[in-house]
């Protein structure tokens, strides 16, 4: 009794100390998306005065926080799965061991590319519309244009099992496996109750395990970058509205 109190007395704390790691890591990723914005509006103003070469430049720095901000979130996830999974046993623990190994496996199955990442497709559009507004850019068909302003990076945009839309939710999480997002009262629940539980989005053969659902560290961002897109695209409605009830009468 005394020993299983202590190994969960130690397994209690090492997912504290993971709260405060991770709490670390989101600080600084939040800085990192407050610089992207930041070096956004200086290239928009360096590309009104034709200064292209440090427009370049700036877009290669952006670059270089990317790939810092996906080791960033690659860390945290691996920070959660260590803590959520561990067990402790006979032998001393290698931490550190534990962590690099999740940290290689999660870089590997999922590689953070800045080159693909949404922040840097949208400072690419901002640049790029200084003097081409409402043209595709570059390897785009003119159907894409109508996507720029919608481009979030999630795969569902409501919980398969909740039914709630991700902007709604107020303790998301997201499989380290297949990506998708849920309610996680909801999808720990769906766990609890299915043996060898599968993601229940349709088509989706994504393998659930409670350890491995977590609140990676961009996923918040994420949903309140997608709530503040929903806010514009609901004003942009209600401007057009107006506008044509205008033009009717």
Request: charged share 30%; glycine share 4%.
């Amino acid at each position: 009794m005394a020993s299983a109190s202590s190994s969960g007395g130690v397994a209690g704390r090492l997912r504290n100390a993971s709260l405060v790691l991770v709490g670390d890591n989101d600080s600084t990723i939040s800085d990192i998306r407050k610089a992207v914005t930041l070096m956004k509006n200086i290239a928009v103003q360096l590309e009104k005065d034709n200064q292209t070469e440090k427009v370049k430049d700036l877009e290669n720095s952006v670059a270089e926080l990317l790939d810092l901000y996906g080791d960033c979130a690659h860390r945290s996830s691996a920070i959660q799965s260590v803590a959520n999974g561990y067990q402790p046993g006979e032998q001393l623990t290698d931490f550190k061991k534990l962590l690099d190994d999740e940290f290689t496996k999660l870089k590997a199955t999922t590689p953070s590319v800045p080159e693909n990442h949404h922040l840097m497709r949208q400072f690419r559009e901002a640049v790029w519309n200084v003097h081409h507004a409402g043209e595709p850019m570059p390897g785009e068909d003119e159907e894409d244009i109508v996507m720029t302003s919608t481009q979030c990076p999630f795969l569902n945009v409501k919980c398969p099992v909740s039914g709630k839309p991700l902007t709604e939710l107020t303790d998301p999480v997201r499989s380290m496996d297949c990506k998708h997002v849920y309610d996680k009262a909801s999808i720990m629940h769906y766990i609890a109750t299915n043996p060898n539980a599968k993601c229940p989005i349709a088509g989706c053969r994504g393998k659930l395990k409670s350890n491995k659902v977590v609140c990676d560290a961009m996923l918040k961002f994420e949903i309140e970058e997608l709530r503040t897109m929903n806010k514009q695209s609901n004003r942009d409605e209600v401007i057009e509205d107006f506008t044509n009830a205008d033009d009717e009468d």
